[in-house]
């Protein structure tokens, strides 16, 4: 990275800081990648530019971001390199002065797993530092199911806001939450909202299985578009050509060639070791391919979590992304190939979601036996509904199938998270549970009685 990439990288940590940091604070914060010596000199240059505030003396001091003047803001809160500036300056120019593009196979080609990376090494360790979140031990998905609440509201909302969903973040949170519809919005963006709950959920409740393919991309792109799209087009490579709003690029129209793109895409992104290179590489070429009638950009942002949700990472939500920086940056990927304005989003955002989620999880505690044994609790909340028991019956099968299903240590808590699931059990908490409405009300009326 240049002297310019770097200071910006120390800066964005410090805007992250809800409070001065000290020298050795902020290098356990960037990673490894960074070095003592360099930092220091950096935070120098930036206290000189008015960027950074110093507080304190000798081992006591402390750093932290400031907005001084309306350019070195503008900076903080764009994230934009000096070269991606140059780049989006280019994309921002009339259309009739930008001359049309094809799909760049060679672009796509040149790309080898392993030895290509769109993340340069020091900033894949600076988000590993802010985003690991396993212990060793925790199977797949999690941390997202410690978080899932915050990460439907947080990916639902910030996701359909980059598509133009005007709910607002507290509309988002009622309708996904409370079922609550906000007045004077449109079906179509409520749609947009349901359905990114739902791939969300596929996401987490398959994570330990999951794996990037052709099928999976297909089956995100359908719960995307669910109700949105024609159902002959719905999961299915289009059938003819698109064109991109605000840009010259001329995407693929045969459908043969496109499923084999996706295809190659989908291989390709296999062989990526790293979490966020993969995350990035698929947010990138998904969007680029554009193999899909609509929905394209929705399908690369939830495909883009595969790999965190999987490695128990945070989740890449898109936090303070603007609408009109996104939309930059995806046709300098359409135009220019360049993906360094992506880049800068997606490193900002992401730190920005891993210390704000932080907080939720301090503020809401954790629950680790519900969590963990999720799939064993859910089990046995199906047995007791289509065996029909209730009363002392259901105690017994409940003690019962704990003492066989989970160690001595987790019993307790295990039969508490049960009784509590049988309790506040409704239509809305039967997804993937393989038990119908029928069913649920033939086992509650049985309680009444």
Same mark, same amino acid.
């Given at each position: 990275?240049?002297?310019?990439?770097?200071?910006?990288?120390?800066?964005?940590?410090?805007?992250? @800081?809800?409070?001065?940091?000290?020298?050795?604070?902020?290098?356990?914060?960037?990673?490894?990648?960074?070095?003592? /010596?360099?930092?220091?000199?950096?935070?120098?240059?930036?206290?000189?530019?008015?960027?950074?505030?110093?507080?304190?003396? %000798?081992?006591?001091?402390?750093? !932290?971001?400031?907005?001084?003047?309306?350019?070195?803001?503008?900076?903080?809160?764009?994230?934009?390199?000096?070269?991606?500036?140059?780049?989006?300056?280019?994309?921002?120019?009339?259309?009739?002065?930008?001359?049309?593009? &094809?799909? &760049?196979?060679?672009?796509?080609?040149?790309?080898?797993?392993?030895?290509?990376?769109? +993340?340069?090494?020091?900033?894949?360790?600076?988000?590993?530092?802010?985003?690991?979140?396993?212990?060793?031990?925790?199977?797949?998905?999690? =941390?997202?199911? %410690?978080?899932?609440?915050?990460?439907?509201?947080?990916?639902?909302?910030?996701?359909?806001?980059?598509?133009?969903?005007?709910?607002?973040?507290?509309?988002?949170? /009622?309708?996904?939450?409370?079922?609550?519809?906000?007045?004077?919005?449109?079906?179509? $963006?409520?749609?947009?909202?349901?359905?990114?709950?739902?791939? #969300?959920?596929? +996401?987490?409740?398959?994570?330990?299985?999951? $794996?990037? *393919? =052709?099928?999976?991309?297909?089956?995100?792109?359908?719960? +995307?578009?669910?109700?949105?799209?024609?159902?002959?087009?719905?999961?299915?490579?289009? %059938?003819?050509?698109?064109?991109?709003?605000?840009?010259?690029?001329?995407?693929?129209?045969?459908?043969? /060639?496109?499923?084999?793109?996706?295809?190659?895409?989908?291989?390709?992104?296999?062989?990526? @070791?790293?979490?966020?290179?993969?995350?990035?590489?698929?947010?990138?070429?998904? *969007?680029?391919?554009?193999?899909?009638?609509?929905?394209? %950009?929705?399908?690369?942002?939830?495909?883009?979590?595969?790999?965190?949700? /999987?490695?128990?990472?945070?989740?890449?939500? !898109?936090?303070?992304?603007?609408?009109?920086?996104?939309?930059?940056?995806?046709?300098?990927?359409?135009?220019?190939?360049?993906?360094?304005?992506?880049?800068?989003?997606?490193? =900002?955002?992401?730190?920005?979601?891993?210390?704000?989620?932080? *907080? #939720?999880?301090?503020?809401?505690?954790?629950?680790?036996?519900?969590?963990?044994?999720?799939?064993?609790?859910?089990?046995?909340?199906?047995?007791?509904?289509?065996?029909?028991?209730?009363? @002392?019956?259901?105690?017994?099968?409940?003690?019962?199938?704990?003492?066989?299903?989970?160690?001595?240590?987790?019993?307790?808590? !295990?039969?508490?998270?049960?009784?509590?699931? +049988?309790?506040?059990?409704?239509?809305?908490?039967?997804?993937?549970?393989?038990?119908?409405?029928?069913?649920?009300?033939?086992?509650?009326?049985?309680?009444?009685?």
């Amino acid at each position: 990275m240049s002297l310019r990439d770097n200071k910006m990288a120390v800066l964005r940590q410090l805007g992250l @800081e809800s409070e001065p940091i000290s020298l050795p604070e902020l290098m356990l914060r960037l990673g490894k990648g960074f070095k003592e /010596r360099s930092v220091r000199r950096w935070l120098c240059l930036l206290v000189e530019e008015g960027a950074v505030k110093k507080v304190g003396q %000798k081992r006591g001091t402390k750093y !932290f971001a400031v907005g001084r003047s309306e350019d070195v803001f503008c900076e903080v809160s764009s994230c934009f390199s000096s070269l991606s500036l140059q780049s989006i300056e280019k994309v921002k120019k009339p259309l009739f002065e930008r001359q049309p593009v &094809a799909y &760049a196979d060679d672009w796509f080609d040149s790309y080898q797993p392993t030895a290509s990376y769109y +993340l340069p090494e020091g900033l894949r360790r600076q988000l590993l530092v802010s985003g690991e979140r396993a212990n060793g031990q925790d199977p797949a998905g999690t =941390y997202a199911h %410690k978080i899932f609440n915050r990460l439907i509201i947080d990916l639902s909302y910030n996701s359909s806001r980059l598509e133009g969903n005007t709910y607002s973040l507290l509309d988002t949170e /009622r309708l996904l939450i409370y079922g609550d519809t906000a007045e004077g919005k449109l079906d179509e $963006e409520k749609a947009m909202i349901l359905n990114h709950k739902e791939a #969300t959920r596929y +996401l987490v409740d398959n994570a330990p299985r999951l $794996e990037v *393919s =052709y099928n999976v991309i297909c089956t995100l792109h359908y719960l +995307l578009s669910d109700g949105l799209l024609d159902t002959t087009e719905s999961g299915k490579v289009r %059938k003819y050509g698109v064109r991109i709003g605000g840009s010259t690029y001329i995407p693929f129209e045969d459908p043969k /060639r496109l499923e084999q793109q996706l295809e190659k895409i989908a291989a390709k992104s296999a062989s990526i @070791e790293d979490p966020y290179e993969k995350s990035i590489f698929l947010l990138i070429h998904i *969007s680029y391919l554009q193999a899909f009638t609509d929905v394209n %950009k929705r399908t690369a942002r939830l495909a883009a979590n595969i790999s965190l949700i /999987r490695g128990n990472l945070v989740p890449l939500a !898109f936090s303070d992304v603007r609408v009109e920086d996104y939309m930059s940056a995806m046709i300098a990927i359409y135009e220019l190939q360049d993906v360094r304005p992506l880049v800068d989003l997606y490193v =900002y955002s992401y730190l920005r979601t891993c210390a704000a989620y932080d *907080s #939720t999880i301090n503020a809401m505690g954790f629950d680790e036996v519900r969590v963990n044994r999720r799939q064993e609790r859910r089990a046995v909340v199906r047995e007791v509904i289509l065996q029909g028991l209730v009363g @002392e019956r259901l105690r017994k099968f409940v003690d019962v199938e704990a003492n066989r299903r989970v160690p001595a240590l987790d019993r307790v808590d !295990f039969t508490e998270d049960v009784l509590e699931d +049988l309790e506040q059990i409704d239509e809305s908490r039967l997804a993937g549970l393989g038990v119908t409405l029928e069913q649920l009300k033939v086992w509650k009326q049985l309680k009444r009685d």
